[in-house]
C-alpha cells in the first residue's frame, strides 16, 4: 500500500498531466528545480505548505483538491488482490492469464 507521501506525489502527477503540463513547466511556474518536482511526484520528498500552495496554484485547483487521492488507493489494493488471485494460480493458467492482460490492454490501448 502506497504511503500517503507517494499518494500525494501520484495526485500531483495526475493533476498535472491532466492540466497538460511537463514537470519541468509545473517547476518553472513553482519556481522550483523539476529534479525536485519529479522527487515530489515519486514520493521522495515532502514538499513544504509554501510548496503545496504554489502548486496548487500553477494547477489551478484548491490544495485539498492534491489530497483527494482515495481513488489512487483503490487502484493500489486492486493491483495487490491481482497479484494474490496471479499467486494462486499454477504456471500455465498464469502465463494465460498474462498473455490475456496483454492482448485487452493493446485493445484498449488502439481504441482510445
Not at 32 to 55: H, N
Not at 80 to 87: G, M, N, S, V
Amino acid at each position: 500500500m502506497p504511503t500517503t507521501k507517494e499518494l500525494l506525489g501520484m495526485r500531483i502527477r495526475e493533476v498535472r498531466r491532466g492540466c497538460n503540463l511537463s514537470q519541468e513547466q509545473l517547476a518553472e511556474r513553482v519556481d522550483v528545480d523539476p529534479r525536485y518536482v519529479s522527487r515530489i511526484e515519486l514520493g521522495k520528498s515532502s514538499p513544504s505548505l509554501e510548496t503545496m500552495e504554489a502548486i496548487a496554484n500553477a494547477l489551478r485547483v484548491e490544495i485539498r483538491d492534491l489530497f483527494e487521492f482515495g481513488h489512487l488507493k483503490e487502484d493500489a489494493r486492486g493491483i495487490e488482490q491481482l497479484e494474490i488471485l496471479l499467486q494462486e494460480l499454477d504456471e500455465e493458467t498464469r502465463r494465460m492469464v498474462i498473455r490475456i492482460t496483454r492482448a485487452v490492454t493493446r485493445a484498449v490501448k488502439e481504441s482510445v
